[in-house]
């Protein structure tokens, strides 16, 4: 069974930044694609960036120049730097898994999640 568990979140301030973590266990967890969602209040889960086998990299349009996704493969974890962060930004971060295909985008992709980590930009 494969856990993961995101950390990281909080409250900043319009310009600032912030590190997420998401820590994966399991056996043989070997992802296709390791990605991150968010969810504000009153509307949809939203992609915001995604990580590949092969380390190739994608991101949502709201969030691209200013966030950047990566890994630890030693560690089994996925990391989201966000920086130039804005009050649109403020959401419930998710992480999640695709164990099953290449596809990145869609949340239904994902068959492994996580329970979320607030985070919250003021103005």
């Known amino acids: 069974q494969v856990q993961l568990v995101e950390s990281g979140g909080g409250l900043v301030q319009a310009g600032g930044s912030l590190r997420l973590s998401c820590a994966a266990s399991?056996?043989?967890?070997?992802?296709?694609?390791m990605g991150w969602f968010r969810q504000a209040p009153g509307k949809e889960r939203e992609f915001v960036a995604a990580?590949?086998?092969?380390?190739?990299?994608y991101y949502g349009d709201s969030v691209k120049g200013r966030f950047i996704i990566s890994r630890d493969n030693a560690k089994n974890t996925v990391y989201l730097q966000m920086n130039s962060l804005k009050p649109e930004d403020t959401a419930v971060y998710y992480c999640?898994?695709?164990?099953?295909?290449?596809?990145?985008?869609?949340?239904?992709?994902?068959?492994?999640w996580g329970q979320g980590t607030q985070v919250t930009v003021s103005s």
């Open positions: 990580i590949r086998w092969n380390a190739g990299t």
């Open positions: 399991g056996h043989f967890f070997n992802p296709y694609v």
């Open positions: 999640a898994a695709n164990t099953d295909s290449i596809w990145y985008a869609a949340a239904s992709a994902y068959d492994n």
